[in-house]
């Protein structure tokens, strides 16, 4: 399945189910975070939680980041290596897997190319801002990605926000 593709099957499915809560206008973003580049379409975010699609066309490593959320990964396509904290070894998840990086849990993370994963963040989102936004702020300086980000996510609370829902 292309990306693209499933992209197209999330969002409308997502609709089905939420159909005031998925974004209506979204655009692929790239993410530095933890040494790693990625790129992201976000579907809903909240105070509270995100679901977005994200991936690489290229080979990524680098750290998780430590959150006040929990995360979780439904591979797509590719393949998605995780070496928890406090372990000697990694495992390696296929398509139909979905990986769950709980609160305060730290990984190293490695994407083989053209890895995608829809992502689910559930928690105290606004504490994951600082690791998403601190590679582009002070490693790539690229001001323009950081207003396109900050953009889409504003976005996103304010759709939440007028509907009284956070």
């Known amino acids: 399945m292309q990306i693209d593709d499933a992209l197209a099957n999330v969002t409308a499915e997502l609709k089905l189910r939420y159909p005031r809560h998925v974004l209506e206008e ?3 973003l790239f993410i530095n975070c ?3 580049m990625g790129s992201f379409y976000l579907l809903h975010a909240s105070i509270t939680e995100y679901v977005l699609v994200f991936g690489t066309a290229i080979d990524t490593s680098g750290h998780s980041g430590r959150y006040w959320a929990t995360i979780s990964d439904t591979i797509l ?3 998605f290596r995780q070496w928890k904290e406090g ?4 495992n390696v ?3 139909g897997t979905t990986v769950i990086h709980e609160i305060g849990e730290v990984t190293a993370v490695q994407w083989s190319p ?3 994963m829809v992502e689910y963040g559930r928690g105290f989102i606004p504490s994951t801002l600082g690791f998403a ?3 582009t702020i002070f490693g790539t300086q690229d001001f323009v990605l950081l207003f ?6 504003a976005r996103a609370i304010f759709k939440e926000l007028t509907q009284g829902i956070l």
Do not use: V
């Open 26 to 28: 979204s655009e692929w």
């Open 34 to 36: 933890g040494g790693w």
């Open 77 to 79: 396509s590719g393949s």
């Open 87 to 90: 372990t000697t070894f990694s």
């Open 93 to 95: 998840y296929y398509p």
């Open 114 to 116: 053209n890895t995608w």
């Open 133 to 135: 936004l601190s590679d």
């Open 148 to 153: 396109r980000i900050l953009r889409i996510y």
